[in-house]
């Protein structure tokens, strides 16, 4: 998730590492905060395989800065990567706002519906945070106010999430015709 939202954002524009961080809290960082001990890895990683590449600055008080600006090799390799997202991407909230954060960087309208295809079938499944046996418990089958809470929570989530899916696919498959 982390290498997928670096190559999003410096997908828009180059970044100072400081920026790029900022940039990710303000996404991901109620969830899950995004420590200098795994970003600068990351990008090192990222550097590495030749998907980024770093550019020092003068800074305009301080110290020089480090500008990361995506290669064309990261740019494929977003485009990959919004395009064939992992089944974790799909199923897994966090990482399917990620993705959605920067599916609109995937040109082709068929190719987007793709992915929202795959969300739509996951949430169209039969679900529950709470089982008898293998049979999924409703809210309305529970006695913990809480659990029915919780319950009550992600069916209206998925509800709303399900008609911006639908009205989202119509359009996408309105721009192919």
């Not at 919780?150 to 509800?159: D, E, G, K, P, Q």
């Amino acid at each position: 998730m982390l290498e997928l939202v670096i190559l999003g954002f410096l997908y828009d524009a180059p970044l100072h590492g400081y920026v790029l961080r900022r940039h990710i809290a303000a996404l991901t960082g109620h969830v899950r905060p995004v420590a200098e001990s795994t970003l600068y890895p990351a990008i090192k990683r990222l550097e590495k395989a030749g998907l980024l590449v770093r550019a020092t600055e003068p800074g305009a008080v301080a110290a020089p800065r480090h500008v990361l600006t995506l290669t064309e090799e990261g740019g494929r390799e977003l485009m990959r990567r919004l395009a064939e997202p992992a089944q974790r991407e799909i199923t897994d909230e966090n990482h399917w706002f990620t993705l959605l954060a920067f599916l609109r960087h995937l040109a082709d309208p068929a190719a987007q519906a793709a992915v929202l295809r795959r969300r739509l079938a996951f949430l169209e499944e039969p679900a529950s945070f709470f089982y008898d046996g293998d049979r999924p418990l409703s809210a309305e089958e529970l006695d913990d106010p809480f659990r029915r809470g919780v319950l009550t929570i992600a069916r209206a989530t998925s509800r709303a999430e399900l008609a911006w899916l639908r009205d989202t696919l119509a359009s996408l498959d309105g721009v192919g015709r």
